[in-house]
């Protein structure tokens, strides 16, 4: 028999139930929506967490250093010092100085605008850029001066958009307002925009902070990440003589360790998800039993015409296939359309930019396996058939 003459067959037993044929393949068209959800929710995920690292910089290393007392301390010069000794494995450098600040601004008060002393380089690690005026500089450094640059935030709600050139009030001591960020968030509230950033040397002075004790620090590239880490823990091991005083930290290597982490949950959910299409290979095992029940007086006489085993049992199992492979289709799509639906839900409950995106590698296994159980679980219902005596057939009522 020819296969196109068993497609169209196996076409039009299924049509000659349609709803016993849909409720067949309910199990492998839940089973693979599911499957593509849940991937598309991994690869959204993932796709967010690379961006947000992105935006925090992936070449970047945090340095926290608790140290040893005054017997045992990095300064500044040492850490600037270990940076151009390494200079094809670690790049710029700006030690960082939190401060508990008071901000006034005119009548105002900022409650929520983060102070921070930083390097002439911090804006470049970061990937910031003054939308007017310039950024802190080495002088200002050098030579401690109180001026600072503003986010966007802090520009529009409190200067009207112009910030540049006027003053605020740091702890009681005034600052000159010498350049305005790019929006890099929402410019809202505590986020990115919301900050002001001073040289560290006064922060330093500010805050009465005798050792510096945070940095962060670049790489050339992503793939050098492991390479300038282990070059800064290496040095701060050989003054401290233990690692529990200092930590260094990879925003690569953390956003490659989340992203495996991730990887193991989908494929777990995944994997569960999966179980409902074994349930609906049952399903389409069981009608198709049924099938020969009901289909048995058909088989005896195509037999006895001359039908030979092997084509009575490529004709089970290619409609088992094709019942499979159709409900495989309507799961793809009602896949794409559910991972349209998680996108509205998680961007508007969660107010994340985030897109539920099945990969079409997925799509395509999930295709692959729902016709695979459709062949496997259709193989002893094809088999029944084709073992069937003729005889016995014939005369089966």
């Known amino acids: 028999m020819k296969l196109y003459e068993s497609l169209k ?36 995920m993932e796709n967010y967490m690379t961006a947000s690292f992105e935006s925090m910089g992936t070449n970047t290393l945090s340095v926290d250093i608790t140290g040893r007392g005054s017997s045992r301390t990095v300064s500044v010069d040492e850490m600037y010092k270990l940076v151009d000794d390494n200079p094809n494995d670690l790049s710029l450098i700006s ?17 929520t605008t983060g102070v921070t002393g930083v390097s002439e380089d911090y804006l470049t690690i970061k990937d910031y850029s003054a939308s007017s005026g310039r950024g802190i500089q080495y002088v200002d450094v050098l030579k401690r001066k109180k001026v600072c640059v503003i986010g966007s935030y802090v520009d529009k709600t409190y ?13 009681g001591e005034q600052f000159t307002v010498v350049g305005v960020l790019k929006a890099e968030a929402d410019s809202e509230e505590s986020s990115t925009d919301d900050a002001i950033y001073i040289p560290y040397s006064t922060a330093a002075r500010m805050s009465y902070t005798g050792t510096i004790s945070s940095y962060v620090l ?22 401290f ?8 930290i990879s925003m690569a290597e953390m956003l490659d360790t989340m992203t495996k982490m991730l990887n193991v949950m989908i494929a777990v959910l995944a994997a569960i998800a999966a179980i409902s299409l074994v349930v609906g290979g049952i399903g389409i095992m069981n009608i198709m039993l049924v099938s ?106």
């Open 95 to 111: 030690p960082l100085v939190s401060m508990n600040a008071t901000v006034k601004i005119g009548s105002d008060t900022a409650d």
């Open 241 to 248: 003589q233990d690692d529990n005083f200092y930590r260094v």
């Open 292 to 397: 020969v029940s009901e289909r048995t007086r058909e088989i005896g006489i195509r037999k006895a015409l001359g039908a030979k085993e092997r084509w009575i049992k490529s004709q089970f199992v290619i409609e088992a296939a094709v019942t499979s492979a159709i409900g495989g289709v309507l799961g793809i799509l009602d896949g794409y359309l559910l991972s349209s639906i998680a996108t509205l839900i998680v961007t508007q409950a969660m107010n994340v930019d985030m897109t539920v995106v099945p990969s079409g590698a997925a799509v395509l296994m999930a295709f692959g396996i729902s016709v695979g159980i459709g062949v496997l679980f259709g193989y002893l219902p094809a088999k029944k058939a084709a073992q069937l005596n003729p005889i016995d057939a014939l005369r089966y009522e």
């Open 159 to 171: 200067f009207d958009g112009s910030g540049l050139g006027q003053t605020l009030k740091i702890n």
């Open 218 to 239: 670049t790489v050339p590239n992503v793939d050098k990440a492991t390479e300038g880490k282990t070059i800064v823990e290496d040095a701060l091991y050989k003054i």
């Open 9 to 44: 067959m196996a076409f039009a037993n299924i049509w000659a139930s349609k709803m016993r044929s849909f409720l067949t393949m309910l199990g492998i068209i839940i089973g693979i929506a599911a499957v593509m959800v849940i991937v598309g929710l991994g690869n959204g």
